[in-house]
């Protein structure tokens, strides 16, 4: 996959630094005071001077800010957030995020995680890298770890692995079932779901078509990439293409302390 310039490229100075920097916007204020700031060789006067992102120079404390067309980032999902760009009634997962770099990069989730479903979810603006992960014919793995009542066993090992009739004339692609822990007293089981597909609710849908009901639901994998110990619910981080893309589909360690 190739990335290629985004539309829009002019934009406000203090804007554009804030988006590739640290700094936030009065950050920037004060660096221009400072005479810190230099667009195209000259001192920046003003915050709302107009850059374009692709053609003109700018430095910050002598370091030369190069633009990036496509962000890429990695979400430990929390609970009551919904996948989405925007909503009326409920926060979204971008509204999660620094409101300089969504102005600036426009990004949207990667598929969707139900609004009580935690776990890992990748936030870009790269529609070819979306499809990399999304396209049914590319097999991505997803893992959902879940706690269900009702207990299962190793027959529903074998109809998870057949596939299963969800409903509303959809089948379901064979997927992986584990039984992790069967509380009898409770009538619960603890077990981890593999799927390579997306279908509306799929997961809750599997575990109802087998008489189960799900309580919690949380994704831990996509391809060989795993949600990171480090990142607990509600953060995320700003990631490398390349060093995802190596994650999720050669199983490369992602270094998220740097």
């Known amino acids: 996959m190739t990335n290629k310039k985004a539309g829009k490229n002019t934009q406000r100075l203090d804007k554009f630094v804030s988006s590739m920097t640290p700094y936030s916007r009065s950050d920037v204020k004060t660096l221009i005071k400072k005479s810190a700031i230099y667009v195209n060789g000259s001192v920046a006067k003003k915050p709302n001077h107009p850059v374009n992102v ?51 990069y426009q990004p949207f989730p990667v598929g969707r995680l139900d609004k009580d479903t935690t776990g890992l979810l990748l936030i870009t603006n790269d529609g070819q890298f979306n499809h990399a992960l999304m396209a049914p014919k590319k097999h991505v793995e997803k893992e959902y770890a879940v706690l269900v009542d009702g207990l299962l066993s190793d027959k529903h090992i074998g109809q998870f692995e057949k596939g299963l009739d969800i409903g509303q004339g959809e089948k379901t692609k064979p997927a992986q ?37 799900v309580v919690q639901l949380h994704r831990q994998r ?37």
């Open 54 to 104: 692709t053609e003109d120079k700018v430095e910050v404390d002598g370091q030369e800010l190069v633009y990036e067309p496509y962000v890429y980032i990695m979400m430990h999902k929390p609970d009551g957030v919904i996948s989405a760009t925007e909503d009326n009634r409920w926060e979204t997962v971008i509204d999660l995020l620094p409101e300089d770099l969504v102005l600036t």
């Open 177 to 213: 079932l584990f039984i992790d822990q069967v509380d009898e007293e409770a009538a619960q089981t603890l077990a981890r779901v593999v799927i390579a597909e997306g279908k509306y609710h799929q997961v809750k849908r599997m575990f109802h078509a087998v008489d189960c009901e």
């Open 222 to 258: 996509i391809g060989q990439l795993i949600l990171p110990d480090a990142l607990t619910e509600g953060e995320f981080v700003q990631v490398d293409y390349q060093d995802l893309y190596d994650a999720i589909f050669e199983g490369k360690a992602l270094n998220i302390t740097e």
